[in-house]
């Protein structure tokens, strides 16, 4: 991963979802060790407690769990819990977004549908 350090988002927020991405792809499975603030910081180049805030969060949401003195660990559900934000967060937000530009572009719910299938197979091809 590459961080966007002139973006919007915030750093600490694109290293949580970094590693929500991880878990997704099953590089980090549940009840296993995560990187500590201090790997992170070191395979980023930012500061520890950047990369701390981006775990607090993680753990705050309920994906990662505390061992104390040991470290961050996935949580039994993560995986779930990842897929369920996003798709009710992200991808709601990205569907608005969407459906609200093909409103200005005069498109119909048909012209829409054939996008988004066109896209799909071209995905999934």
């Given at each position: 991963?590459?961080?966007?350090?002139?973006?919007?988002?915030?750093?600490?927020?694109?290293?949580?979802?970094?590693?929500?991405?991880?878990?997704?792809?099953?590089?980090?499975?549940?009840?296993?060790?995560?990187?500590?603030?201090?790997?992170?910081?070191d395979?980023?180049?930012?500061?520890?407690?950047?990369?701390?805030?981006?775990l607090?969060?993680?753990?705050?949401?309920?994906i990662?769990?505390?061992?104390?003195?040991?470290?961050?660990?996935?949580s039994?559900?993560?995986?779930?819990?990842?897929?369920?934000?996003?798709?009710?967060?992200?991808?709601?937000?990205?569907?608005?977004?969407?459906?609200?530009?093909?409103?200005?572009?005069?498109?119909?719910?048909e012209?829409?549908i054939?996008?988004?299938?066109?896209?799909w197979?071209?995905?999934?091809?």
């Open positions: 991963m590459i961080l966007d350090t002139d973006g919007m988002k915030p750093i600490y927020v694109q290293i949580a979802e970094w590693l929500e991405s991880e878990i997704l792809h099953g590089n980090f499975k549940a009840d296993e060790k995560v990187y500590s603030q201090y790997k992170l910081s395979l980023y180049n930012i500061n520890p407690a950047t990369a701390a805030k981006g607090t969060k993680l753990a705050e949401e309920g990662l769990y505390d061992k104390r003195g040991i470290g961050k660990f996935v039994p559900h993560a995986k779930q819990m990842i897929m369920d934000k996003r798709k009710n967060q992200t991808l709601k937000t990205l569907i608005e977004d969407l459906v609200r530009e093909a409103g200005y572009l005069e498109l119909s719910e012209d829409v054939r996008l988004v299938r066109e896209a197979k071209g995905e999934k091809g």
